[in-house]
Structure formats: C-alpha cells, structure tokens
C-alpha cells in the first residue's frame, strides 16, 4: 500500500516511453529522497518546455525564439529534410552538415491515410523559393515511407533545379556482413561504390 | 543544438537512476509531444510528493499522514524491520505479512562510520515496548551488513521476551542450482530443512 501522492508519482513517470513499474518506482523514490529545491526546479523545467517550446516557423524544429537559432546562423543553400525533430539531435552530433534542417512531421504513409498534404512539403517548397536553395538531402528514414516521400520531394524539386540527394544506405560501419539483413545487403550491392 | 529548455529538461531527467543521455532526451521529447495538461499534472505530481510526503512517526516509511495507513490499521503483534522504504514495497505484494514495518534507514556499517545510533534502532525499541510487539521479523538484507545489523537488534531484543527471527535465506525459486553463488549455496546447504 503506497501513498495516494507517490502513487500519483509513479504513474506519471510509467507514461514515459519505456518506463515500467520498477523503473517508475524508483524514479519517485530518487524524487523523495533527493532535496527538495531539485525537485522543484524538476518540475519548473517540464512546465517551461511546455510554455515555451514553439516550433520554429521556419524549419519547424522546437525553438523557445520564433525562428531556432539554426535557421538564424546557418547558411540557407543547404536543407536536410528530416522527419522529426529527434532526427537532428542525431544528425547534429556528427558536425559535418553546415546547413538548415526542414522537419516534414512524418512521412507519407497511404496505410494511415498520410498524404503529401498531412506533412510539412508545402512549407519546404516555400523556403526552398524564398532561399534559392541549391541542395535539399533527404534524410528521410530508409524504410518504405522514408523512401517514399523522398521520392516524391525529388519529383517536385528537381524540374526547379534544385539537386535532391538521399542519405547514402548501405551495411553500417563496425557491423558484421554475417548480421546484416537481406533488404540492406542488397541495397549496399546494388549502390556499391568503386574503391 | 539543442534549445536551452529542452537541454535543461533533458538534464534534469539525466539525473535520474540509470537514465543517460539517449533516455533522457526519449523522455523530453515525449513531454514535449503530448498534451499540456498531462505535463503540468506531471510536474505538479513531483511538487506534490515533495510538499505532503514526510516520515510517518511510527514506522518511518513515506506517508502524507502523521502515521501511515499501514501502522493505523496494522496488527502490531509483529513488526517487520526493514533497511529501506522501497523494500516495504516489494514485500507487501507478498500479501502474507499483516503487521507493521519499521524502516532503519540503512544498516550497520563501520566502513561507512555507520554505528548502531545512526539507524532507527531506538525508534524501534520504543515500539516494540509500547506495543508489546511478540515478534520482530529481521527482513535487513541478506548482506554481511544487513545480517550484522539483524543480529545487533536480536541480542537487544531476546532479552526483552520478544521473538526475533530472520527472512530465509537459500537459493531463489526457480532459479537453476548450477548458477547459484558458493555463498548462497553454503548457506542453503546450512540452513537446509528436512522434507
């Protein structure tokens, strides 16, 4: 029998991604038996986020400014088209890309009635004619729907000039050939490249 | 780069047990996504815990009374000594034990400078003598501290009349004997019961 408010605790610490009831538990007992002012500035920063987090009316990214300070330094030729914002935590840390993000909020997807209108593409066209965009790399995932959209992108974008370029897919480094699945061995055959 | 808010939330989850970075980002983008309400009950939750949760002045466990519901209903014929507030978690879904806990907050250890007035041993006594407490149940863990310490408050206790005893120790059902550890297993055979 635990108490009505830790109880209360544990529950909402299970609604995150992941988390069962042992894991819940112990982060409400780490909440308890850590001071108080923690705790508190804890639960200021969920409330900020929610308060504060827009998104960016330019790339679409999560931003506390109007437009993300991405799009405010970065050079504009570029645009790495990604699917959600969680993508450019990942693409950021290789610090290789000099260029802004677009976030499309999924990818086109018939089986849940995803169309090209349901995700951020019109918002794309835009900036791309506002910047005079040279490249746009999609970055899309490399499955069904990610190959999909970008397809469907490139169809537009080129006859505007612009060069589409997709993520480079293949077997990934460190990995074994022996673990490897059919569908990405065939994918790093067919886009072999000349050594 | 990430937004200062979201980077502080992520910090703040980083802090819990076990949470690193990858899990912690999960975790704030998910408050992020989901809807405002959740995320302020949420936050209002860890305040809550923090402004009504102290110690009940019986036991010791967390409770938002003065004396938890557990020591307002229980028997207290029997009293169940544990290290933790979480081992009272683990042991009432048991549902065989129907008296009351008491919580030590941790165990003997002079390698930690932890003496017998560090714990909740006094409290303990004064309960058993106020109650007329028949038997205390030693559920310390099965560790040279937690055994140290049961043994400590069995000598105090044996000659108050009061019976003592100790959680078995043995090898864990359904686990294989193959994999057993040489401590346990000598325990087990020591310990052993006639069938």
Known sequence: ?????????IEYFRQLPGV???TAQRYAYYII???KEKAENFAKAILEVKNKIRLCKECGN???????PLCQRRDKKTICVVQEPKDIVSLEKVKTFDGVYHILFGAINPLENKGPNDIRIKELLARVNAYGTEEVIMATNPNVEGDATAMYIAKILK???VKVTRLAQGISMGSDIEFADEVTLSRAISDRKEI
């Open 1 to 9: 029998m635990i108490d009505q408010p830790i109880e209360q605790l």
């Open 20 to 22: 069962g009831k042992k």
């Open 33 to 35: 038996e850590n001071n």
């Open 62 to 68: 999560y931003s506390s400014t109007e437009v993300c």
């Open 159 to 161: 006859p505007l000039g």
